[in-house]
């Protein structure tokens, strides 16, 4: 398994994900020195997936933790399950034991609800999970604190039971979007890689790949159109996600290649903003222009 960064890429390949060799280098060696992958980049330029193509290439459980503000450490970690610990309580006083002894064993593992880092601390499995912990970037700096003890000795303490360490080290990797800046701390403890937009070449193979029924002359221009409009001044700039979410919708339409009516009508599969969709109309426009003029 990852026996070689050739490798690496081959197995993301079979996945139809096109790792380039820096990312391919970055989880040969997490895999080798048992270390979290720190993924930072522009919404929609495949950060998520990393985590997903790694879990299929390995035959491994995806475990995923969604960050948000105000996520705290019954939601990522544990919780107790208070219904049935009354419920024993009810059960305890019915069968007559002793004051001493009602409620005794309520905060054991028993009464354990397991979240997301629990579950992929105790996991045992074959082979270990990977644990995605999606735009720590949006979660508080409180929470940021909590992750240092998991990520350093993949151990999590609770009070009532004691300290869990993991049977075996998980897959980690962890994405941000850089919507404000993650704690020094947490990325010390990672290996960090930046994911950029991809050049026209890599996006073309990736949109080929992953809509194998597109031709080639539609590929080209929607890959072409995406990065001209990549070049403008846009609130949110399309990305891998967008390219393939306009290309399927096209296809949909049963288009073979592109023009100004379908593009102004499916400007809303690329952008999310009204603003941005005037820009966009704008880069159309001068490029249209452009090659008017060419002409």
């Given at each position: 398994m990852?026996?070689?960064?050739e490798?690496v890429q081959a197995s993301c390949?079979?996945?139809d994900y096109?790792?380039?060799?820096s990312l391919?280098?970055t989880?040969?060696?997490a895999h080798?020195?048992k270390?979290p992958i ?5 919404p929609g330029?495949?950060?998520t997936?990393?985590?997903k193509v ?8 995806l475990i ?5 503000e105000?996520l705290d ?6 919780e ?5 610990q009354?419920l ?5 006083e019915?069968q ?10 309520l ?13 992929a601390?105790?996991s ?6 990977v644990l995605?912990i999606?735009e720590?970037?949006r979660?508080?700096?409180e929470?940021?604190?909590f992750?240092?003890?998991i ?11 004691g300290?869990?360490?993991?049977k075996?080290v998980?897959y980690?990797v ?13 990325k ?12 026209v070449?890599?996006e073309?193979?990736?949109?080929q790949?992953?809509i194998?029924?597109i ?5 080209q221009q929607?890959?072409?159109?995406i990065?001209?409009?990549?070049q403008?001044?846009f609130?949110?700039k399309?990305?891998?996600a967008e390219?393939l ?14 023009d100004?009516?379908v593009i102004?009508k499916?400007?809303?599969?690329v952008f999310?903003y009204q ?7 704008a880069?159309?426009m001068?490029e ?5 003029n060419?002409?």
């Amino acid at each position: 398994m990852f026996d070689s960064i050739e490798n690496v890429q081959a197995s993301c390949e079979k996945q139809d994900y096109i790792a380039d060799k820096s990312l391919a280098t970055t989880v040969y060696l997490a895999h080798h020195l048992k270390k979290p992958i720190f993924l930072e980049g522009e919404p929609g330029v495949g950060k998520t997936e990393v985590a997903k193509v790694l879990a299929d290439a390995i035959g491994a459980k995806l475990i995923r933790l969604q960050c948000y503000e105000g996520l705290d450490v019954n939601s990522a970690l544990y919780e107790w399950n208070y219904t049935r610990q009354i419920l024993q309580l009810r059960i305890d006083e019915a069968q007559g034991r002793d004051k001493d002894e009602i409620g005794a064993d309520l905060f054991s593992e028993d009464f354990l609800l397991c979240r997301p880092l629990l579950e992929a601390i105790q996991s045992n499995g074959s082979v270990p999970p990977v644990l995605l912990i999606d735009e720590v970037d949006r979660s508080d700096s409180e929470f940021e604190a909590f992750l240092l003890e998991i990520l350093s000795d993949f151990q999590i303490t609770i009070p009532e039971i004691g300290t869990i360490s993991a049977k075996q080290v998980p897959y980690v990797v962890l994405t941000s979007n850089r919507t404000r800046e993650v704690h020094e701390a947490l990325k010390r403890r990672c290996l960090y890689q930046w994911i950029d937009y991809p050049s026209v070449e890599k996006e073309l193979a990736i949109v080929q790949k992953k809509i194998p029924n597109i031709n080639d002359t539609l590929a080209q221009q929607l890959c072409d159109m995406i990065h001209r409009w990549r070049q403008g001044d846009f609130y949110k700039k399309p990305g891998i996600a967008e390219t393939l979410d306009w290309g399927m919708a096209l296809l949909a339409l049963g288009k073979t290649q592109l023009d100004d009516e379908v593009i102004e009508k499916t400007l809303g599969c690329v952008f999310k903003y009204q603003d941005d969709i005037h820009r966009a109309r704008a880069v159309e426009m001068n490029e249209t222009d452009r090659q008017t003029n060419e002409i």
